[in-house]
């Protein structure tokens, strides 16, 4: 795979070179003609002078090209790595029990401390966070399939049910009956108000907000939530709301409004990288796949951006195509450009 293919020109690699960002180590290295070395990007070497400096897809590419490998940074161990993770990930899944960090950096031949900022690198969680994510995930595909929630909960390998409802407070928002039921048992408060952008539904629960989208009514919302308790309006939700279109006609850091949103592990780090974008700036998908440790996902990736339930307070109009252009929005083209030229022409921005 080339730089291009990979979402990178050699001036964005040579940015990930000065800023020694690990997230891009594995996507390519860093040949060093005036010493016949190459490295990862994140290599703690003194910078070379750029004009010295070739960049090849892979290891095989640069020592084809006579470099041998650096022996701070160790190149090579990139793809030992990769199959450190393959091998670990693997073990999680198979096992009922969560294996412990320990367990899991004598499988894979390094120190725990390492293999924990290696995991966490590379997958966007800790091991037991990834662990537990994955049998909320199992638990939750269960139960949208229809079985029983006390079964889905001891199939997806929790000991009681006490320990499923401790590891998804604050991650899935509504009770589990409530997530397979369509939002059953649940009260959300919701609002279509008019925006410089155009009408906007704003909907949710007492954790946060649910949905926020354009051009969308009432009847849209029945068709994600058909058994929650819809209420328009309310004292409570007026102030949060207040808060939204504030951070739609005035786009900028949104992060202190609170979301009750939902998605696979995968989909979650996604969301949590676009909110790390700051006002003003892009990112393209191959970007995102590789700053949550997976820049083979530029397509699930993009798909996770395109899941996202809340406009704007998860800003998914902050990511373009690889060669500049917009992109797609779910909401139009003129929208995502407006949101974007607002923020880039706040006052705050100098």
């Known amino acids: 795979m080339s730089l291009a293919e990979a979402g990178l020109n050699e001036e964005r690699a040579w940015q990930a070179v000065l800023e020694r960002d690990r997230k891009f180590d594995g996507r390519f290295v860093t040949g060093v003609l005036s010493t016949g070395i190459y490295c990862r990007p994140s290599c703690s070497a003194r910078h070379p002078r750029r004009e010295n400096v070739r960049f090849f897809e892979e290891a095989r590419a640069a020592e084809a090209a006579g470099l041998r490998p650096c022996l701070r940074c160790r190149p090579g161990d990139v793809s030992r790595d990769e199959e450190a993770l393959r091998v670990a990930i693997g073990r999680i899944k198979e096992a009922e029990q969560a294996p412990s960090l320990e367990e899991l950096a004598e499988l894979t031949g390094y120190s725990p ?7 966490k690198r590379a997958v966007g ?9 994955l049998k909320l995930r199992r638990a939750g595909d269960a139960m949208s399939g229809g079985a029983n929630v006390t079964e889905a909960i001891y199939e997806a390998g929790f000991g009681a049910s006490s320990r499923f409802y401790e590891a998804s407070e604050g991650k899935l928002g509504m009770s589990p009956s ?4 369509g939002g059953k048992g649940v009260t959300i408060h919701w609002a279509v108000v008019p925006t410089s952008l155009g009408e906007m539904l704003v909907a949710a629960t007492g954790k946060g907000v649910c949905r926020l989208s354009f051009a969308e009514a009432l009847e849209d ?7 929650a308790t819809l209420v328009e309006g309310g004292e409570e939700f007026a102030g949060l709301l207040r808060r939204v279109v504030a951070a739609v006609e005035q786009p ?17 780090a996604v969301w949590q990288e676009l909110q790390r974008i700051p006002a003003g700036e892009t990112r393209t998908y191959a970007q995102i796949a590789a700053a949550i440790g997976k820049p083979a996902a530029v397509r699930a990736a993009g798909s996770a951006n395109g899941a996202n339930n809340v406009a704007v307070l998860i800003p998914c109009h902050r990511v373009i195509r690889s060669d500049g252009s917009l992109g797609g929005y779910a909401y139009g083209e003129a929208i995502k450009r407006e949101l974007l030229k607002r923020e880039r022409e706040a006052p705050d921005r100098g």
Not at 221 to 226: E, I, K, N, S, Y
């Open 252 to 268: 900028g850091d949104s992060r202190s409004i609170p979301l009750d949103v939902q998605g696979t592990a995968f989909q979650e």
């Open 113 to 119: 401390t390492h293999f924990q900022r290696l995991f």
């Open 221 to 227: 919302l029945v068709a994600r939530f058909p058994k």
């Open 125 to 133: 969680l800790s091991p037991a966070a990834y662990a537990r994510a």
């Open 178 to 181: 409530a997530w397979r039921d």
